[in-house]
Structure formats: structure tokens, C-alpha cells
């Protein structure tokens, strides 16, 4: 399946995601990428957008081959057996993840300017993002959604792996995907327009979506 962009992947993705708009759910994206995506669900569904700040950790040398992810809260997600092949050691582990925490917090702090952070207690949540490879930073982000105390939690993106999903599925009540592949190319190949999201991009879509700002969710 191939998207025109990441707001039309965002449309079609929002009518599988129509039966829940009667649950008033609270759209979390994970930024960047995720943000458009998520923007056209929170206009279809008239829900509230938030986004959570999740950084890969990847291997030295190798950056985006995924060696874990953190939240800017710390939740740490680890593929512990690629750790284990490539005989990374505790240390340098914590080294990697100390510095990916640095560069969540400096984002999270960036976009909490403007935009305080939503409670998702006792809500439906549905978790956004462009594109879903090896699931590792939507990993980390459910692990620390799931302290929140929400009431269910849904995973939405146009496309994830097979693998991914599986992953993902003991996290969350429910995934909607429009593919999900057995093999899976980059993110990137299933969209015809794939240009990198700026943090403008971002700031205004909160500016549209963020139940603080929003006027179609108050």
C-alpha cells in the first residue's frame, strides 16, 4: 500500500478508528512523524492531540538500527537480544541511554512551552505514528502510557510489521493498521511524499489539536 503523504495516510487511517469516537479518546502522537498522521484522526474523531517524546537508541556506528528507545520520563524499552549479539555492555548501554534521554528531554522541554501535557487517566488513548518498523520506540512509549492509568490503549498507523505487531500486541487492546507486511521496507517506501516534519509543523498542529487551545474539544 502506498500513501500519498502522511496526512492522507491520516484520513484513511481515521475511518477505521470512527467507531471509537463516541469513547472521547485523547490522540497521543509520537513526534515527529507521527504528528500529521495524527492530526487528521483528531479532526475526524474530534478528540484532543498530545504528543509523548520517545528517542531511539541506536547502535554505535549503525544509529538507525535500533538498539532501544527511552521517553523523555526515562521508560527505557531494550531489544535485548540484539544487546546480546553485539555484546554491548551494561555500561555502554546506560551511556547510550543517558544520552538519548538528554535529547527527549531537550525536545519535551521545547514543545511543554506552550502545551502542558494531557492526562490520559481513566481514557481511551490512541497512540499515532507514521510507520512502525521493529515497534522499539512505540514500545517505550506504551510502557510509560500504561503508567498513566488509562483505560484502554490503541495503537493506530498506516502501516506496521508483522513483527511489530506482534510485538506490541500484550501493550494494547487494539491495533488498526491499513498494512501491516510480513516484509517490510523502510517507513519511507510506503509514502509518495516523505519529507522530514519540522517542529513548526508540530507546533501548530498541537495549536489546532491541543485540548488546552482547541475549541472543537472543550
Keep these: 500500500m502506498l500513501f500519498n503523504n502522511r496526512e492522507d495516510a491520516g484520513r484513511r487511517l481515521a475511518t477505521l478508528l470512527q467507531g471509537h469516537s463516541d469513547n472521547q479518546p485523547v490522540i497521543i502522537a509520537l513526534p515527529r512523524g507521527g504528528v500529521p498522521v495524527a492530526g487528521q484522526i483528531a479532526a475526524a474523531l474530534r478528540a484532543p492531540l498530545d504528543v ?7 547502535v554505535p556506528g549503525q544509529p538507525e538500527l535500533a538498539l532501544g528507545a527511552v521517553t523523555s520520563n526515562g521508560t ?10 553485539l555484546h554491548i555492555s551494561a ?6 541511554r543517558l544520552s538519548a534521554l538528554k535529547s527527549a528531554e531537550k525536545q519535551e522541554a521545547a ?3 506552550n502545551f502542558p501535557e494531557t492526562s490520559t487517566e ?6 499515532v505514528d507514521d510507520g512502525v518498523a521493529t515497534g522499539m520506540t512505540l514500545e517505550a512509549a506504551l510502557r510509560a502510557l500504561r503508567r498513566e492509568a488509562p483505560k484502554q490503549i490503541i495503537v493506530a498507523a498506516p502501516v506496521i510489521s508483522a ?10 487492546n487494539a491495533i488498526f493498521a491499513l498494512d501491516v507486511p510480513q516484509f517490510f521496507s523502510a517507513v519511507g517506501s510506503y509514502y509518495v511524499n516523505f519529507e522530514q516534519v519540522d517542529n513548526s509543523e508540530v507546533y501548530q498542529t498541537l495549536a489546532n489539536y491541543h485540548p488546552l487551545t482547541s475549541p472543537q474539544t472543550t
Excluded at 91 to 96: P, R, S
Design 52 to 58: 509523548r517524546v520517545v528517542k531511539k537508541i541506536g
Design 122 to 127: 481513566g481514557r481511551t488513548v490512541v497512540v
Design 111 to 113: 514543545f511543554r512551552q
Design 163 to 172: 513483527a511489530a505487531s506482534q510485538r506490541l500486541k500484550s501493550l494494547v
Design 76 to 85: 527505557t524499552a531494550w531489544n535485548t537480544s540484539l544487546v546480546d549479539w
Design 91 to 96: 555500561a555502554d548501554c546506560e551511556g547510550l
